[in-house]
């Protein structure tokens, strides 16, 4: 059996954990919202309607932030027929998804929620249809305490207290063809940077994320980056990258390399940031908010939003259903954001219930969990403290799209207030176990607290509504001897070993 090492040391950390990188997103997308957190009416919903089971499985994964409300949904949306008496608020063509918003959740629900979920909201405005004045008026409307139009509107509407929203994006994907009002790199940074500077004239602390490439597959990628950061450098705080991944034509290998990808798109945004800097000769250094990441299956036919004459409320969309493949990389991708943390100081899933997500929601019926659900409960759970400096030692393996990448791929965390060091892993094979060896000389008194592994002699395993369990994390057999722990990874695993100072 091929073999490998991790050697681990605690002395060698790299950036602090930041809790930012366990965020989700909520999008008025399919079915999202509406039966999905927001279902009046249901059996387990609460006097908001709220549904409790939802609330309760997003506090289970762990997820610390959300973003809302959306995504390509936000470049057309009228934030204003979202608040006041639920009864009077316009239905409106959803033109991004071609679907009809009824606005019965809008920012006074989504914060409410967003309380009750213990999660950070992260707030997208949208710069396609509008612009300037539509953005200071959202920022008043949730952050200015009272004695103005926007703010004594949100008293009226029953939040006394302002909302006190951090974190903004400053619009959504602005370069791709499909967005609404998209622009090209030179208007969208004119017009980020005079937004931007607006809203610090209300709070100059706030952290805005202006918009990266909508995937590093862009044509203009780089150059994009690059112009849009010339006119907004001084402004902004971060800037936004998103990627999906699928196995594109039966191509497992590259699939299970895709975090590859996402290592090589951060070093190159990282980069592009960095230049940016150097010509300015500028102290700040610019962050990267990873907003939108997940697998997404784009070529399946509930990709497509509907056409014609139909323009449903909440139709089914983006309901992707994972496999343990995609678990594997859903938990792999979450390593290469770790790894990252000194730049990538935010992270979003996308999205959270429903379209593209780890929580699946029957209208009228139960939730469950799909295979994706468990990497990433488990990471935000249990990574605290510093994320370590972490050499792999191991064979590699051969991909088509990357070329031979390492078998192995992980990352450990090291808490030092308590001792407690987690060590997450994936073998990216898709035929080999791999004997994996974690080299503990560096960690004085180390004791097992536990090993688990999620994997499947069928890959292609999901989870369902009738068997949400099958697929879930079991015990991995971890041997701890004379400075070393010992694991046998199956091909297509993603496992968790984690111990603390006894
Ligand atoms: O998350 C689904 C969609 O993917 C978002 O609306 C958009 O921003 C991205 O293209």
């Known amino acids: 059996m091929p073999q490998a090492t991790l050697n681990i040391d605690p002395a060698f950390s ?20 509406y039966t999905g957190i927001y279902e009046p009416g249901h059996p387990l919903a609460d006097e908001h309607g709220f549904r409790s089971d939802v609330l309760e499985a997003t506090r289970d994964l762990g997820v610390t932030m959300v973003r809302y409300p959306g995504g390509n949904f936000v470049s057309g949306y009228r934030w204003e027929d979202g608040v006041g008496p639920a009864e009077q608020r316009p239905r409106r063509l959803d033109l991004a998804w071609h679907s009809t918003e009824p606005n019965q959740v809008g920012v006074d629900e989504f914060m409410a929620w967003a309380k009750l979920a213990g999660v950070e909201p992260m707030m997208a ?18 952050n200015v305490p009272q004695g103005t139009y926007w703010s004594n509107a949100r008293r009226a509407n029953g939040a006394e207290e302002p909302y006190r929203v951090k974190l903004w994006c400053l619009g959504n994907e602005m370069d791709g063809p499909w967005q609404i009002g998209g622009k090209t790199a030179r208007e969208y940074g004119r017009l980020a940077s005079q937004t931007a500077k607006a809203m610090r004239l209300i709070d100059p602390n706030l952290q805005l994320v202006v918009c990266g490439s909508s995937s590093s597959a862009m044509p203009t990628f780089g150059k994009w980056e690059k112009t849009v950061l010339d006119e907004t450098y001084d402004d902004v705080d971060f800037i936004s990258a998103h990627a999906y991944y699928w196995e594109k034509d039966g191509d497992l290998e590259s699939f299970l390399g895709s975090a590859v990808d996402m290592d090589r798109f951060i070093a190159a945004v990282v980069a592009t940031c960095d230049h940016v800097r150097a010509v300015r000769k500028a102290d700040k250094r610019l962050m990267i908010s990873f907003d939108e990441w997940n697998v997404w299956y784009q070529d399946r036919a509930e990709s497509r939003p509907p056409t014609g004459d139909d323009w449903p409320v909440a139709p089914v969309l983006l309901e992707d259903r994972y496999n343990v493949a995609d678990a594997v990389v859903v938990g792999n991708l979450l390593i290469s954001l770790l790894r990252h943390s000194d730049r990538v100081q935010a992270a979003c899933l996308a999205q959270l219930v429903n379209v593209i997500a780890p929580i699946m929601t029957e209208p009228g019926g139960g939730l469950w969990r799909q295979t994706t659900f468990h990497p990433f409960a488990l990471t935000a759970r249990h990574a605290k403290g510093h994320v370590l400096e972490l050499p792999v030692n191991c064979p590699t393996t051969a991909t088509t799209r990357f070329g031979d990448i390492p078998v192995i791929d992980a990352a450990a965390t090291h808490d030092a207030d308590t001792g407690d060091l987690t060590v997450f892993m994936v073998n990216r094979s898709a035929a080999e176990m791999i004997d994996l060896r974690l080299d503990l000389r560096a960690v004085r008194r180390s004791r097992l607290v536990e090993a688990v592994l999620l994997s499947s002699p069928d890959h292609t395993r999901r989870a369902n509504a009738d068997d949400p369990a099958t697929v879930s994390p079991k015990p991995l057999d971890a041997q701890l001897s004379g400075g070393a722990a010992a694991v046998a990874l199956p091909p297509i695993s993603w496992a968790m070993v984690r111990l603390s100072a006894s």
């Open 125 to 142: 405005l949208n710069l396609g249809t509008r612009g300037v004045q539509e953005a200071l008026d959202l920022l008043e409307y949730c």
């Open 14 to 33: 790299s950036a602090p954990v930041r809790p930012r990188t366990f965020g989700s997103f909520v999008e008025h997308l399919g079915r999202c919202v």
